[in-house]
Structure formats: structure tokens, C-alpha cells
């Protein structure tokens, strides 16, 4: 999740864009996407600065949220669920012969400001740190607090009110992750699910801040994405997937919001507030 200072500075980007250390990538879909190498991963971390003109800031942050609608519109969506604590389980086709992949992440969302929404997604457990080596750190709420690794010894015994266990897993069957919780409460342990025949991703995060346009039919977006996929896949074949991929999702997004407004009738309301928005503590962010 962004914090205060960087939610203020996406805002400033969408006005001067800061590409000082970043490389344009590419331009595609009324877009320019740039990106960065990664310290000791051979992977690139993206950002994205652009304009939709016929897509209003809160269908755009609706459609992003709205897990049933995009297995109607993302072919490379296998499902999700939703789990305790706002986890979700995501799992999306790679293509052949690649395996499947599997997040466990955390949407949150946020509207300092009327038609101003910030959506992030961020696997739970791992952060990377500015070398590039990855750590146990789970950020949330502005605060950073360390997570224990829980051995697969857990006890099997039934869940209390601080344990977050997925259903149908046993505790000696999965690793577990010590969630932090606001204030003085302890923390709360997530069971992960033992692996499958998906590639488990442990790092993976998408911010996304969206801006109504000066004259109210469409919307400024500032988009920054990282995805280590894991498994054994050449850096260079995963770059040159996200070459295709970036602009695909931004153009076929685009065309699902556009879908979603004709079967309204309208694109000028919101389905938002017809549906639960994930929970989300208070991010303090003040547009």
C-alpha cells in the first residue's frame, strides 16, 4: 500500500513525471511505460503514467476491484478466493508450457478525495529491500513490523480468534505467517496452503492512483507493477512477456470498463457503493 508521501508524489508524477533513473519502455494505449532494473534480480519493476478519456476515475477503480467481473474479461484468470484477514488467493495462467501461478496478497483501496482512489495489491510476508534482497517484512498502515516465519509443526487443533487458518488445511500441512494488527492486539497468524501444481509467487505488487480528468469523462493513471514469477524462467523471457503484457492488460481494462458502462446504460455511476470494498484500515492519505 502507498504510503502518504508516495501517494503525493504519484499525483506530482502525473503532472511531471520523475523518469530520471527509469527507462521508457515503451508507448502503447495513450500510455508511456518505463522501467527499472531491479539490484541482483535480472527482473524490471514498471510504472506506467497515462490517460484514459472515456473511463471516469470510479469506474476504472471499480472494475480494478471487482474480482467476479474479471473472470469475465482476463483470459489468463484461473479464480480466486477470498480468504480470513482480507487475503486473497489469485491464481493466473502462464503460458505454455509454464505452470500456473498462485498470490496470496492484500487489495486495499483508498478515496482521499471525491473521484481520487488509490488501489494496491501486495503479496503478504515479503518486501524487497533497496539491494534487492527480499525480507520478511509485512507493510501496512504506514508502519512496518516483522513477520515470523511459523514452523509447519503448528498444531491442528481448531483455530482460535487469532489464528487465520484457510479452510481445509491442516496446520501441519502449510507454513505459516504472523500478521501485525493495529494497536496493542496480538498478532494474527495466516496458514498458507501446501504448494500445488501452481508456482507459489512470493513477491508480487500494483499501485495504482487514478485522477479524474479536467473534464470529468475519463482519468489520469499512474500504474506501478513488480512480479518475481519464481520458477526457472530466463529473466529475459520474463522481460520480454511484460513487453506484451503491460499493454494488454491496460487495453483490455480499458475495454472492460467500457463494457461495464453500456450494460449500465451509463458510465456515470458508480457500482462501488452497490458492493463491499475490501476492508482497509485508514491509510491516513489526504489528497
Known amino acids: 500500500m502507498l504510503s502518504d508521501q508516495q501517494f503525493h508524489q504519484c499525483l506530482a508524477e502525473l503532472q511531471v513525471p520523475e523518469v530520471d533513473d527509469w527507462e521508457l519502455f515503451l508507448e502503447s494505449h495513450g500510455f508511456r511505460i518505463y522501467r527499472k532494473a531491479m539490484p541482483n534480480t535480472g527482473l524490471y519493476e514498471y510504472k506506467a503514467l497515462g490517460h484514459y478519456p472515456d473511463v471516469p476515475s470510479h469506474l476504472l477503480a471499480d472494475v480494478f476491484t471487482d474480482l ?7 483470459k489468463n484468470m484461473v479464480g480466486f478466493n477470498k480468504l480470513d484477514h482480507g487475503v486473497i488467493h489469485y491464481t493466473t495462467k502462464f503460458p505454455w508450457p509454464l505452470s500456473p501461478r498462485e498470490y496470496f496478497y492484500e487489495l486495499t483501496v483508498h478515496e482521499p478525495k471525491e473521484g481520487h482512489f488509490c488501489v494496491s495489491s501486495q503479496t503478504v510476508g515479503k518486501t524487497r529491500r533497496p539491494d534487492g534482497s527480499l525480507q520478511n517484512l509485512y507493510n501496512t498502515n504506514n508502519y512496518k513490523s516483522m513477520v515470523t516465519l511459523v514452523p509447519p509443526t503448528v498444531p491442528s487443533s481448531p483455530p482460535s480468534s487469532s489464528f487465520l487458518a484457510v479452510p481445509g488445511v491442516s496446520g501441519a500441512a502449510a507454513s505459516s505467517i504472523s500478521l501485525p494488527t493495529s494497536g496493542s492486539a496480538p498478532h494474527k497468524v495466516f496458514q498458507l496452503p501446501p504448494m500445488n501444481k501452481a508456482v507459489r509467487v512470493e513477491e508480487y505488487r500494483q499501485d495504482v492512483v487514478m ?45 472492460a470498463c467500457l463494457r461495464r458502462a453500456a450494460q449500465k446504460g451509463s458510465g456515470s455511476a458508480s457500482s462501488m457503493s452497490s458492493r463491499d470494498r475490501p476492508a482497509t484500515p485508514d491509510s491516513g492519505i489526504e489528497a
Open 211 to 255: 485522477v479524474p480528468s479536467e473534464d470529468g469523462q475519463g482519468c489520469h493513471v499512474w500504474f506501478g507493477y513488480f512480479d518475481d514469477p519464481k520458477g526457472h524462467i530466463p529473466s529475459s523471457i520474463v522481460n520480454w512477456a511484460t513487453k506484451s503484457g503491460i499493454p494488454a492488460f491496460l487495453k483490455a481494462i480499458q475495454d
Open 68 to 74: 467476479d467481473y474479471r473472470t469475465t474479461w482476463d
